[in-house]
């Protein structure tokens, strides 16, 4: 079971092959996890959510045919499950243009902050767009449908939140400008 | 300003799966919660299948029984009315004959036995 790639394994999945699926859960688990958690979600109900991720691709294996990976399928499951949620219990709306700043993570040139930490400067709005198309793997648009909200406004708090990410993550070697199109 | 290469970087830096605790107890969790779901779906099919026989047979066997039971109530109507009848008769040469005891009993006895008879083809019409 461990030999195999995971669409061989989202197939055994398709045929009720349970423990197939386990693997898959045992592989990816915490990539969903973390993808929740970096969104916003606190560890419980990160958890919860990605158990629900999980569960919901069991479910519709059969839509997954192997075109992405399949941890970025059940990423994008778990990301709009958190974003229901988000939106259910009322929590800051990204819509809504700026929300409150995070307070978190003053960057400092010599200290390594990581990609979590670095998250937590952003506001809820901007880390849920940056999460969405660089975690989830949406297009702009994707994230603007996923979030009821207009395009242009996702697209202003993406760049808003690349701009802080820019500046508290160590810039990769050989950064190079030019536009890529994410939607 | 864009940077393709930072966000490649971000991409790639998302991707990482950070180290959580306990990831085979979460594994463990779905898998639970897989087979409870199974199973309850399992439980849901045959409470299902037997709603559905159950229904199936309300239908169809009243119809069947209530059409024996016709019919056994039709034999076993000719065979009281044909007990009643001898009783009738019975009791019309009781009154040519002088009435005694052993005739009485004797009339009663077979009352009891056209009765039994009578009965017994219900039971076994039935």
Sequence with gaps: MAGL??????????????????????????????????????????????????????????????????????????????????????????????????????????????????????????????????????????????????LGTVKSHVKRGLDKLRLRLAPPAGSSDGRREHG | MADPDFEQSLVKMFAEAPALPDPEGFARIVEARLDRGWNLRQALIWTMGLAGGVIGFSQVFPTRVMAQMGAASDESAKVIDQGVRSLSNLQGSLDTLPLGGEVVWMAAALGVIALAFAITRAVEEF
């Design chain 1, 5 to 150: 790639h995971d669409v061989e394994l989202a197939a055994l999945a398709a045929a009720g092959d349970r423990p197939a699926f386990g693997e898959l859960v045992r592989r990816h688990g915490s990539s969903v996890r973390g993808l929740l958690r970096r969104m916003g979600a606190e560890p419980s109900l990160a958890d919860d959510l990605a158990q629900d991720a999980f569960l919901a691709a069991f479910e519709r294996i059969a839509e997954f045919r192997g075109e992405g990976t399949f941890v970025g399928w059940v990423r994008r499951i778990a990301a709009r499950l958190y974003i229901r949620r988000w939106r259910r219990e009322g929590l800051t709306d990204p819509s809504e243009g700026d929300l409150e700043e995070a307070t978190g993570g003053e960057a400092t040139a010599a200290s390594h902050i990581d990609l979590d930490g670095a998250l937590k400067s952003l506001s809820a709005a901007e880390r849920m767009c940056v999460s969405l198309c660089y975690g989830a793997g949406m297009s702009h648009a994707e994230a603007a449908e996923a979030l009821n909200a207009p």
